[in-house]
């Protein structure tokens, strides 16, 4: 059997301040879904066409194609728009799914930080998220460390990354 080659992605972990403390903002993804269904992520997802071609300040080539896919899949999946300039997408990570796993993504991670009076709603998600809310990352971790929540590891280890 071949590998399967991972399919171009980027997620974005939106935050802002709120009464001196981080805030990340968190979506649990519809459990119809073929990959991590009823998990809590960050919004994002594949790297598509339209966004290879999408001009973004500051950035070329693949780079570009991945902020302007961390922002396509943030304002689909949550309404909230961010201007399409490299100077408000942070690479913090790159993760390729296993070799094993029967869907494979090779995902760029963004900190980005939220508009000011940034609302997001994953009623525009089109029924690909169930829920999200505003969470302090260590609040959300006890909340993982409890069961009350599932996370995969990747979004566990930046939670941890943001404690820190």
């Known amino acids: 059997m071949s590998e399967k080659p991972p399919i171009p992605a980027a997620v974005v972990i939106l935050w802002r301040r709120c009464g001196g403390a981080l805030e990340v903002y968190l979506v649990e993804r519809a459990a119809h879904l073929a990959?991590?269904?009823?998990?809590?992520?960050?919004?994002?997802?594949r790297v598509e066409e339209e966004d290879q071609r999408r001009p973004v300040a500051g950035a070329a080539g693949d780079y570009a194609a991945r902020i302007a896919a961390a922002a396509r899949e943030l304002a689909e999946e949550t309404g909230v728009v961010v201007v399409l300039d490299a100077a408000r997408f942070l690479a913090v990570g790159r993760i390729v799914t296993p070799a094993w796993a029967p869907q494979r993504f090779d995902a760029t991670y963004f900190l980005v930080e939220?508009?000011?009076?940034?609302a997001p709603d994953v009623s525009c998600s089109?029924?690909?998220?169930?829920?999200?809310?505003?969470?302090?990352?260590?609040?959300?971790?006890?909340?993982?460390?409890?069961?009350e929540r599932i996370?995969?590891?990747?979004?566990?280890?930046?939670?941890?990354?943001?404690v820190s």
């Open 35 to 45: 990959f991590l269904g009823g998990f809590w992520a960050f919004p994002g997802g």
């Open 151 to 162: 996370i995969s590891p990747v979004v566990i280890e930046a939670l941890r990354a943001l």
């Open 126 to 147: 089109e029924g690909e998220l169930a829920a999200g809310l505003w969470v302090r990352p260590d609040q959300v971790l006890v909340e993982w460390e409890n069961g």
């Open 114 to 118: 939220a508009p000011a009076g940034a």
